[in-house]
């Protein structure tokens, strides 16, 4: 089902100093974070127009030959930049299918160098292909600025809602890890139809806020399309009650213009759980040959920033369920081990390492 009732924000709502407008905002997005998870957003600087040569630019790079694509692969990096080959990542969430999915990541906010020397991993230099793609490292970037813009104003809309100061969320994401997203999800053959691969597999996200601009279906000849049939694309679950305790399935049904942005998990612990981190799915077409293009920027806290329920919600249910406190950073890397793309043994960082120093020591007496 699609649901009308999911509610749409202004940005300019937000920004405006008539207190109606911003009371507008806030209610709108009260309901929005706080039932379904995600708001539909407009008033923000994001042009459609500017989507397509992205998204086009984005699919002459996939078709590039492997060794090409190859070279902008960062797998050291935990693929934080540059090119993620299809059938890497995997989502928590459900059953740990890999999703058919290629994509590839770049980061449209200044490099803090003191995080990039804690967390190497999750600050890398962004990373563009050799030979240049005409437009695609311009459009990216511009694309994840006026994106990350959307996000700071919905952050002080948030703050507002729940009767926090304006900057209780936009002070903690400072030197944050932002990160753009485009996926290319990938046509299936006739074979494959119904088989039940995912583009996507539901999961939550693990940042902040997530905004996404919108995406484009490509038909079997490479045109930019209407999506092909009913049940492919983006769904997403509703919070459980006692009449739904599995909550709706709802398509994202967004309205002509508008950005999408959903709760990610940090702002779910931060509020401990009075907005929602949407779990959400991308399914594939029931037809050969299509494939969609999307994008997504994910807003980060700053990686010392410590996780856990903001004072107001720290009731006892909140302490359950989100405790022990953790540090952003600390818990981007848990998460990236458990989606599959970074090693296990980058948890061995999350503690003492250096026990071998003792061994080292007591040979050495011999
Ligand atoms: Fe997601």
């Known amino acids: ?126 990373v563009w292909p050799e030979p240049p793609v005409p437009g695609f490292k311009e459009e990216y970037l511009q694309l994840g600025t006026s994106l990350h813009e959307a996000g700071l104003t919905l952050l002080i809309a948030a703050a507002r809602a729940l009767d926090l100061p304006e900057d209780t969320f936009t002070r903690r994401i400072a030197g944050g890890a932002h990160v753009t997203r485009v996926l290319d999800y990938l046509p299936l053959d006739a074979s494959q139809v119904g088989s039940g691969i995912l583009w996507g597999e539901e999961h939550t996200d693990f940042n902040l806020l997530t905004l996404l601009p919108g995406g484009q279906f490509y038909s079997p000849e490479g045109e930019p399309s209407a999506r092909p049939d009913d049940q492919s694309g983006l769904y997403l679950r509703t919070r459980a009650t006692p009449e739904f305790p599995q909550g709706r399935r709802v398509r994202g049904a967004v309205p002509e213009g508008c950005l999408v942005a959903q709760v990610g998990q940090q702002l779910e612990i931060l509020t401990g759980g009075r907005f929602l981190a949407t779990p959400h799915e991308v399914t594939a077409p029931g037809v050969p040959g299509w494939s969609r293009l999307s994008s997504a920027h994910f807003v980060h806290m700053a990686p010392n920033e410590v996780l856990f329920p903001l004072e107001p919600f720290r009731d006892p249910d909140a302490v359950a369920a989100y405790a022990p406190p953790v540090l952003a950073g600390t818990y981007a890397i848990k998460t990236l081990v458990d989606i599959g793309l970074a090693p296990r043994a980058a948890l061995d960082k999350l503690g003492y390492r250096h026990y071998d120093r003792l061994d080292a020591m007591k040979s050495a007496e011999r």
């Open 1 to 126: 089902m699609s649901d009308p009732s999911i509610p749409v924000v202004c940005l300019n709502d937000v920004s405006s100093h008539d207190e109606a407008a911003r009371m507008r905002a806030s209610t709108a997005l009260r309901e929005a974070f706080g039932t379904y998870g995600l708001v539909y957003v407009t008033g923000h600087k994001v042009s459609r127009d500017a989507l397509r040569p992205f998204y086009d630019a984005f699919r002459s790079f996939v078709a590039k030959p492997v060794e090409q694509k190859t070279a902008c692969r960062r797998a050291s990096d935990w693929y934080q930049r540059g090119w993620t080959p299809a059938n890497t990542e995997t989502a928590v969430a459900a059953g740990g299918q890999p999703d058919f999915k290629e994509c590839y990541f770049a980061s449209p906010s200044p490099r803090d160098a003191s995080y990039a020397a804690q967390y190497p991993e999750l600050y890398p230099e962004n």
